[in-house]
């Protein structure tokens, strides 16, 4: 039992030890070990902006359907919810 109890604690030492490995100051990246490393063009970041896509403009009163190709019909998300009739709710 002691045995078994040294061979985990062994590993468990290693296996922190290890988990360093790589690690440069402020977490570079070590350099590719089978390629050569990417230009300094390569490295910098794009300044461009990304563009997002816009939502198709659809009228209010047609329906949101999802991506089952419109068998399961879904509350519009984008929908005002009217909540005026519900009045007050007690636990009486």
């Known amino acids: 039992m ?3 109890l040294t061979t985990i604690g062994l590993f468990a030492v290693a296996a922190g030890i290890l988990s360093g490995c ?5 977490l ?3 350099p590719p070990i089978f390629s050569s490393p990417p230009d300094e063009e390569a490295r910098q970041p ?4 990304v563009e997002v896509a816009a939502a198709p ?4 009163d047609q329906a949101y ?3 089952l190709g419109g068998e399961i019909p879904k509350a519009d998300p984008e929908a005002d919810i ?3 009739g519900m009045g007050e709710v007690s636990p009486d």
């Open 22 to 26: 790589g690690v440069r100051g402020d």
């Open 65 to 67: 359907y999802n991506g």
């Open 2 to 4: 002691m045995k078994r």
């Open 46 to 49: 794009v300044a461009s902006a």
């Open 82 to 84: 009217g909540e005026t």
């Open 57 to 60: 403009a659809r009228s209010e």
């Open 28 to 30: 570079d990246r070590p």
